[in-house]
């Protein structure tokens, strides 16, 4: 390989889950190192600078959602969040805990390796793309990538499915009914309150990416509008 290799930090405290990322991530061409104790990860984090974080939700000494929250106020390194439950991830998702992908267990190691190749395209893509040269907003349904210009921003599906409901009624306002009906299919239960922390985190990755772009506003006591 030409490229430097990029160092993956796996915090798991499954022993064998944790050596089965580890074999995998290395024979992909990464550098990897894992700890099993929540206590010591951001500390770690600060140290290793790793390019890429996969992070459990449950752990000893100090929880993933922890973790999560306090790596944010330094850094903005991919994070992909581990789970054992599925139906963990939708209430990680109203959290604005800022991970970028989730991961329920049991999964596959190559599915684990393709996610973080795939996070670390994204967000380097991202990171390197030079000024939009126009506003122009598309959408990628099969990627929930949204592109402004030539830059690409990787939404959550809840996130992509909100924008693309507000996108393709440019000029209406949606209600957070209306929302919520788009951003969950099976039509589970959620509050207004998670359709406002969706948008929000929405809002702000738009804004990373090309920061002149703004095309969703709030209406108050009403929802969101989606203006070119
Ligand atoms: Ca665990």
């Known amino acids: 390989m030409n490229a430097p290799a990029l160092r993956v930090l796996i915090v798991e405290d499954e022993p064998k889950l944790a050596q089965l990322l580890v074999d995998y991530l290395v024979r992909d061409g990464f550098v990897c190192e894992s700890l099993g104790d929540g206590s010591q990860a951001i500390d770690r984090?600060?140290?290793?600078d790793p390019a890429i974080v996969l992070l459990d939700l449950m752990l000893p000494g100090k929880d993933g959602l922890t973790i999560c929250r306090e790596l944010r106020t330094f850094s903005t390194v991919p994070v992909i969040m581990l789970t054992a439950r599925v139906d963990e991830i939708d209430r990680l998702l109203g959290l604005e805990l800022g991970a970028d992908d989730y991961l329920c267990k049991p999964y596959s190691p190559r599915e684990v390796v393709a996610r973080v190749?795939?996070?670390l395209r994204r967000t380097r893509q991202?990171?390197?793309a030079e000024?939009?040269?126009s506003d122009v907003l598309t959408l990628d349904r099969e990627r929930f990538e949204a592109r402004i210009g030539h830059r690409t921003v990787a939404l959550t599906q809840v996130e992509f499915r909100l924008l693309a409901k507000l996108h393709e009624r440019p000029g209406h306002v949606l209600s957070r009914a209306q929302l919520l009906d788009a951003a969950y299919v099976d039509h589970r239960v959620v509050s207004d309150r998670t359709v406002d922390s969706h948008?929000?985190?929405l809002r702000r990755k738009l804004a990373d990416a090309a920061p002149d772009f703004d095309p969703i506003s709030s209406v108050y006591g009403v929802g969101y509008?989606?203006?070119?």
């Open 45 to 48: 984090m600060r140290a290793f």
């Open 117 to 119: 190749r795939a996070l």
């Open 126 to 128: 991202w990171s390197t």
């Open 131 to 133: 000024t939009a040269s």
């Open 199 to 201: 948008i929000k985190n």
């Open 225 to 228: 509008r989606y203006e070119n």
